[in-house]
T-cell receptor, first 114, second 111 residues
């Protein structure tokens, strides 16, 4: 199994509070991704990173920011959580961004915004 | 608008039956992948298809990439309860570097 951990695994927070989710990898892969998974939508890309301090927006980036200060850690921050951000968040890593490359996923974080 | 549409959305069958899941798009993909996801876990890659018309087999699972590289199918022969899970197709649109996921097919195989 790819060495990817996510923390916390579950979180309940109130609307308007800041939330930070952490993804940690031990594979030294260059590419890291944050997705959200919602019923009827599959997984949608929020942000991704192609190296330390190199990040870019994905399909659903509004309301989210990311940071990557070390190869092994990729943080996702919700500056002011809203109920629409209730979801399951998955981190993924990849050694390459070539079209055939495999992404390895973490176990997910279930976030509930009340 | 969803780039990749999967059908059916839900499928419940008896053990031993055959089934096919479809993944369709109006866009051309440089490759398509199929992932399987179990409850409480992240998706795990099953296969990648790259060439139009390509067929790959993984034990009882057969994957096909459409000739025009716009669609794919997953066929399971003699389904078993262990096949239960969420099946996701995902593709790299031609010229893009990000992976787009389909809406998913939730399969339940009843013993």
């Amino acid at each position: 199994d790819a060495g990817i951990t996510q923390s916390p695994r579950h979180k309940v927070t109130e609307t308007g509070t800041p939330v930070t989710l952490r993804c940690h990898q031990t594979e030294n892969h260059r590419y890291m991704y944050w997705y959200r998974q919602d019923p009827g939508h599959g997984l949608r890309l929020i942000h991704y990173s192609y190296g330390v301090k190199d990040t870019d927006k994905g399909e659903v980036s509004d309301g989210y920011s990311v940071s990557r200060s070390k190869t092994e850690d990729f943080l996702l921050t919700l500056e002011s959580a809203t109920s629409s951000q209730t979801s399951v968040y998955f981190c993924a890593i990849s050694a390459s961004n070539l079209p055939h490359s495999e992404q390895y996923f973490g176990p997910g974080t279930r976030l509930t915004v009340t | 608008t969803q780039l990749l549409e999967q059908s059916p959305q839900f499928l419940s069958i008896q053990e031993g039956e055959n089934l096919t899941v479809y993944c369709n798009s109006s866009s051309v993909f440089s490759s398509l992948q199929w992932y399987r996801q179990e409850p409480g876990e992240g998706p795990v890659l099953l296969v990648t298809v790259v060439t139009g018309g390509e067929v790959k087999k993984l034990k009882r699972l057969t994957f096909q990439f459409g000739d025009a590289r716009k669609d794919s199918s997953l066929h399971i022969t003699a389904a078993q309860p262990g096949d239960t899970g969420l099946y996701l197709c995902a593709g790299y649109e031609t010229g893009a570097n990000n992976l787009f996921f389909g809406t998913g097919t939730r399969l339940t195989v009843i013993p």
